[in-house]
């Protein structure tokens, strides 16, 4: 059973920056082999992808509309773990985020809170 562990959630200010990390385990091939994003959730709204990475296109990076360049999804295979870089945060980023797995089945962890308020 694969999981998923978040971390790096917390307060800042608008304007400022936050780094989320992921660790999966319980992988039953290497983790390349999965597709890995972050999705979010704010007050009263439905979950949303933030970022994904496109298979059809050589996995290149792709972003949801309100956090287009600001935030970079990233992977250290070695580690097993997928990182958010997340820059110039504003008070609408605020939610809970989601590390997602995807292989043959979808995996979900359990949230990190990201709160932006000055």
């Known amino acids: 059973q694969v999981q998923l562990v978040e971390s790096g959630g917390g307060l800042v200010q608008p304007g400022g920056s936050l780094t989320l990390a992921c660790v999966a385990s319980g992988l039953t091939t290497t983790f390349d082999a999965y597709r890995m994003a972050w999705y979010r959730q704010a007050p009263g709204k439905e979950r949303e992808m933030v970022a994904d990475?496109?298979?059809?296109?050589?996995?290149?990076?792709f972003y949801g509309g309100a956090v287009k360049g600001r935030f970079t999804i990233s992977k250290d295979n070695d580690k097993n773990t997928v990182y958010l870089q997340m820059n110039n945060l504003e008070p609408g980023d605020t939610g809970v985020y989601y590390c997602?797995?995807?292989?043959?089945?979808?995996?979900w962890g359990r949230g990190t809170q990201v709160t932006v308020s000055s």
């Open positions: 990475f496109d298979i059809v296109n050589r996995n290149r990076p």
């Open positions: 997602n797995a995807r292989r043959y089945g979808v995996w």
